[in-house]
């Protein structure tokens, strides 16, 4: 099956090296593209892709705006595509707003082109990008700066069993499913399992923002560790 994917980004530059480099897969077709957030989403909305690449920080509109207009569409649009978050930095207020609006991940620009490729099919394959240490770090720093725990979170932690709630905070502490079903002794599908039930629950799209869940109801903080 074919990715499609389209590639919204200011620089005319960047988006035809990915458009090339994408392209040249076998399994990858670059649909469309855009210059800004705006008409990002008229393309998106034309051609139904299955991945958008968004830069962050564009004119007319940023990423962010675009990509929560993507994720969360107007009553009777009903195509959502992955959404992966294109950055020159990789601590950005931006992409932490972005991941708790359900994009699936962030690269950094220069990224070897491997490490694109990859990430295309990752996203489409609907798992979250990120490496769990790495959301870890995105995540936790922002949380240094905004400590208070918020509340509906953590009430919303009463619906999971204590097996559930472990799950979850290991999840935050970067463990992978293979360590987390070593530390709790679980065979690995049986994490996967706990992990599904947990998205389900909580109502959270992925990993990332399990994440992004666990550390604003407080389960854990900056700093912890397995």
Same mark, same amino acid.
Do not use: C, W
């Given at each position: ?46 051609? %139904? ?29 009903? %195509? ?27 690269? !950094?620009?220069?990224?070897?082109? $491997? ?15 990120? $490496? ?21 979170? $953590?009430?919303? !932690? ?24 070593? %530390? !709790? ?8 399992? %706990? ?23 407080? !389960? ?7």
């Amino acid at each position: 099956m074919t990715i499609r994917v389209i590639i919204v980004d200011d620089q005319a530059m960047v988006r035809a090296g990915f458009a090339a480099l994408l392209s040249a897969q076998a399994d990858i077709d670059v649909v469309g593209e855009a210059p800004d957030g705006r008409k990002g989403i008229e393309v998106s909305r034309t051609t %139904h892709p299955d991945v958008v690449l968004m830069d962050v920080r564009m004119p007319e509109m940023d990423g962010l705006t675009a990509a929560r207009a993507l994720l969360e569409p107007a009553p009777g649009v009903t %195509h959502r595509p992955k959404v992966l978050m294109l950055t020159t930095f990789d601590i950005d207020d931006y992409v932490y707003e972005a991941l708790r609006a359900g994009a699936s991940g962030f690269l !950094l620009k220069d990224a070897p082109p $491997a490490d694109l490729i990859a990430a295309v099919r990752v996203v489409a394959a609907g798992e979250a990008l990120l $490496a769990p240490s790495v959301t870890r770090r995105l995540i936790a720093d922002f949380v240094q700066r905004r400590p208070a725990p918020r509340k509906d979170p $953590a009430l919303r !932690l009463n619906g999971l069993t204590p097996r559930e709630t472990e799950v979850l905070e290991l999840i935050a502490r970067g463990l992978s499913n293979q360590q987390i079903a070593g %530390h !709790l002794v679980l065979a690995e599908q049986t994490v996967k399992t %706990h992990i599904g039930r947990v998205l389900g629950k909580l109502d959270l799209r992925d990993r990332a923002q399990a994440v992004i869940f666990a550390y604003e109801a407080g !389960l854990v903080r900056p700093g912890d560790s397995a």
